[in-house]
């Protein structure tokens, strides 16, 4: 890790709608994609920082990738616990991180998971699938349905077995 640091001091990340951001290698880090990337730019010949295009990924989420990676620059993220113990995202996560997530709509969220995915940031997946999966316990079908602009594709002949079925 050393000598990540000596050789190199920052990566430009490169976002889907090519906006730059410059990310230190300390940061940068943190995320399994982008240590290799630093690991691959390290040469005696390579005397400038590496450049990596994320096609996927938006400037807007990427800025939150990026503010994410800074904070746990010099720490390790808390371990979110599986499953959830409430819905309550405040009982369990750090306050720094409830307040992280919990400002992101959850459009973005799905977009910072996949980035946190496409990246392998573990912690901030977490985070994100966390959001999620409280939004979502405890809902009906047809909340979820309304929620993501979903239509039934189930027959009239599965939606009356569904309906005995709960009836049960």
């Given at each position: 890790?050393?000598?990540?640091?000596?050789?190199?001091?920052?990566?430009?990340?490169?976002?889907?709608?090519n906006h730059k951001?410059?990310?230190?290698?300390?940061?940068?880090?943190?995320?399994?994609?982008?240590?290799?990337?630093?690991?691959?730019?390290?040469?005696?010949?390579?005397?400038?920082?590496?450049?990596?295009?994320?096609?996927?990924?938006?400037?807007?989420?990427?800025?939150?990738?990026?503010?994410?990676?800074?904070?746990?620059?010099?720490?390790?993220?808390?371990?979110?616990?599986?499953?959830?113990?409430?819905?309550?995202?405040?009982?369990?996560?750090?306050?720094?991180?409830?307040?992280?997530?919990?400002?992101?709509?959850?459009?973005?969220?799905?977009?910072?998971?996949?980035?946190?995915?496409?990246?392998?940031?573990?912690?901030?997946?977490?985070?994100?699938?966390?959001?999620?999966?409280?939004?979502?316990?405890?809902?009906?079908?047809?909340?979820?349905?309304?929620?993501?602009?979903?239509?039934?594709?189930?027959?009239?002949?599965?939606?009356?077995?569904?309906?005995?079925?709960?009836?049960?």
């Amino acid at each position: 890790m050393k000598q990540l640091k000596e050789k190199m001091d920052s990566i430009t990340l490169i976002s889907e709608d090519n906006h730059k951001i410059e990310l230190d290698s300390k940061s940068a880090q943190k995320s399994k994609v982008l240590k290799q990337k630093l690991l691959e730019s390290i040469s005696p010949k390579t005397k400038k920082s590496p450049v990596v295009q994320l096609k996927d990924i938006k400037y807007d989420i990427l800025k939150k990738v990026v503010e994410y990676l800074n904070y746990y620059k010099n720490k390790i993220p808390k371990v979110i616990p599986k499953p959830a113990p409430t819905e309550n995202l405040s009982a369990f996560l750090d306050d720094w991180d409830y307040e992280y997530i919990t400002k992101i709509d959850l459009d973005s969220t799905f977009d910072l998971m996949n980035a946190a995915s496409d990246l392998q940031i573990q912690s901030l997946l977490d985070l994100a699938s966390i959001k999620i999966a409280s939004i979502l316990k405890n809902r009906g079908i047809e909340d979820i349905r309304t929620m993501f602009d979903g239509e039934c594709d189930l027959s009239e002949k599965e939606l009356k077995e569904y309906a005995e079925l709960q009836n049960l």
